[in-house]
């Protein structure tokens, strides 16, 4: 299948995972860009190449922001000597993401519904998002999302994001992408437009067994909201019944039996 219809992410090897470290609220506006320097200006001295695309950059800002590029420029190998070099099996998107989260400290998805503020929250069950405008108040809690925006369809693009930052060893982008997942799952967990079990597979192929940053988020949602899997034949449950090591891991009371399939 075309790799740049369904884009794939680098198997990194192990790194250090970002679950300890404290989430920060996802930023709502970036930092000032550095004042001489942005990402395909005039003064650029090193090209990324991605899925057919050029991106030309600044050395002293790869380097800086990923340890992958500081070794890459440390050994000077040939892809210095060349001034460019080609990060393979990653969508363009998401290298045009991280790129511009080395030149801001933050990224923008496209798209998305700004999350009204409202006194409180009611997102965090079926009950609540399907019964009495009221019914939220019981639990009394503010919507931790509120203001922020967000689109079903960002889900797959944190997680590749993320995916990719754990290849270039950028945790702090990896805290950042983890964040969003957090976010989308808040907000849109049960809608049908989520590809959540294409985010699931992304999370637990496509980095090492020991990064439990997406994992653990993933896993805490299927235990939060165990209606995602209650139909045996549901995309979650089958993929579930396909990866007994995350289903081991999902332990709700009553939860169903599963079969492979």
Request: with cysteine; proline share 8%; aromatic share 8%.
């Amino acid at each position: 299948m075309d790799s740049k219809t369904n884009p794939t992410t680098p198997h990194p090897a192990a790194s250090l995972s970002p679950e300890e470290i404290p989430l920060p609220p996802t930023p709502t506006k970036a930092k000032a860009k550095d004042k001489n320097l942005a990402l395909g200006d005039d003064q650029t001295d090193f090209t990324v190449l991605c899925d057919g695309q050029r991106y030309p950059t600044h050395r002293s800002i790869l380097q800086k922001a990923s340890p992958y590029f500081a070794r890459m420029f440390h050994f000077n190998g040939q892809e210095t000597n060349k001034k460019e070099v080609e990060i393979p099996e990653v969508d363009a998107t998401s290298m045009k993401n991280t790129l511009d989260y080395m030149y801001t400290s933050t990224y923008k998805l496209h798209g998305g519904s700004i999350v009204p503020s409202t006194e409180y929250c009611g997102h965090s069950t079926f009950a609540l998002l399907h019964g009495p405008t009221k019914g939220p108040q019981i639990f009394k809690r503010k919507c931790p999302c509120a203001g922020k925006t967000l689109d079903p369809g960002h889900l797959l693009q944190h997680v590749r994001i993320y995916t990719l930052a754990d290849y270039l060893d950028m945790d702090k982008l990896k805290v950042f992408a983890r964040q969003g997942v957090v976010d989308v799952l808040h907000v849109y967990w049960l809608c049908e437009t989520l590809e959540l079990v294409d985010a699931l597979e992304e999370a637990f192929t496509a980095t090492p067994d020991d990064d439990k940053g997406l994992r653990d988020v993933f896993v805490g949602a299927l235990k939060e909201h165990p209606g995602l899997v209650v139909d045996e034949e549901g995309e979650v449950a089958v993929w579930l019944s396909k990866h007994p090591e995350v289903e081991d891991r999902v332990h709700w009371d009553e939860r169903p039996a599963h079969k492979g399939k």
